[in-house]
């Protein structure tokens, strides 16, 4: 059996509901209030265990999945589309795709706003002015607006890791120690 095979399948479900939402939140002249909604749902996912939980858990009926979301949603504040997408989404117990439908949206409003996110990594948290002067290098280089996601690891020691699209800049402290460990090995 392809492994990759239930992935692609997860993808492909979460793309097709990105889309509709997409579609019907651009038509309706509300992609603004969507990127909003996005960051709330996300945040929502990201605090709660038992949200995740109710999403990924085949424990729950569709009625009492549905039933949380549509409650979850409505108290949440979020617009009329997403609301209906993750009610239809429960019924037809589908609320496991619900964070890759969220990166997906949030790939087609960055598209549509001729935005790239940048994946970087750092040793010590970013400042404010950092993660500005960052996204302005990185938009002469890349020709588009960038989006900073930052995260924190202490491993790297110093510098930065910087993903945007599929280029990669590796400019932490812990792979030139890498790269000269190798070295070393090949001299000796």
Do not use: H
Not at 98 to 121: F, H, N, S, W, Y
Request: proline share 2%.
């Amino acid at each position: 059996m392809d492994v990759s095979e239930p992935a692609s399948i997860s993808s492909g479900i979460a793309d097709r509901y990105a889309m509709a939402v997409f579609d019907l939140a651009k038509e309706d002249k509300e992609l603004d209030k969507l990127e909003t909604d996005l960051d709330d749902l996300s945040a929502a996912l990201a605090s709660s265990p038992d949200l995740m939980d109710l999403i990924q858990s085949p424990v729950y009926s569709r009625d009492a999945q549905a039933g949380a979301i549509q409650a979850i949603a409505a108290k949440m504040g979020l617009m009329e589309t997403l609301r209906n997408v993750l009610g239809l989404m429960a019924s037809k117990r589908r609320l496991f795709v619900v964070p890759q439908m969220v990166t997906r949206l949030r790939d087609l409003i960055a598209e549509e706003k001729g935005e790239v996110t940048a994946d970087v990594t750092s040793a010590i948290a970013l400042t404010d002015a950092q993660s500005k002067e960052l996204a302005k290098t990185l938009k002469s280089s890349v020709g588009k607006d960038v989006k900073i996601k930052a995260t924190v690891d202490e491993s790297l020691i110093g510098g930065l890791v910087v993903k945007v699209g599929s280029k990669m800049i590796d400019t932490s402290i812990r792979s030139k120690l890498n790269s000269l460990q190798n070295a070393m090995k090949e001299v000796g």
